[in-house]
């Protein structure tokens, strides 16, 4: 799907009475997710600045790339994520940026696990013979460590949650940026 057909799911979502809402959508935390990451989504669609380093690394691909990112409304993760990742791919012709759901077929994360886990999101780099170049994801390294560390120590849910929202703010993409530059000297 698309970006627009991504953003259309989002709304579809968000438009719809509790009663008819579709699992895990059911759940009104999962619910309550999607709304802040619409919001999250959204705020850095309008105000998140691409460094230039990670822009001229994205000017600098010479070959066309297949982009796939493997997500879904409720993660939290995503929405600090995926509009970086969309704007990049709009400096570039050559990139073609595609969005699956990761419960939803073709289930693509079963190959890409992380720890075991399918974890979100997740990018897979392809060339134009559909080899992968690379993958990322999914979420910058400091900040994995960071999420690593407070379910090591236990911390609950909102605990976690709450932390990984106060670095992604502070952050501003940039460790995600910084990532990405160094992924794309393939």
Known sequence: MTFKDYCDQFETILNKKDEEQPAPYDNPHYLDYT???????NRW?????????FKTAIQNINEYQHWIIITEPWCGDAAHSVPFLEMASHLNPLIKIT????????FRINQYLTNNGKSIPKLIIRNADGYDLATWGPRPKDCQEM????TAEKADFDTVKMEIQKWYNANKGQDLQKEM???LKL
């Open 35 to 41: 709304k802040l990451n619409w919001t999250r989504m």
């Open 45 to 53: 669609l309008k105000t998140g600045k691409l460094t230039y380093a």
């Open 99 to 106: 969005y699956e759901l990761r419960d939803s077929e073709p």
């Open 147 to 150: 999420y690593t560390r407070l």
């Open 181 to 183: 530059t160094e992924l």
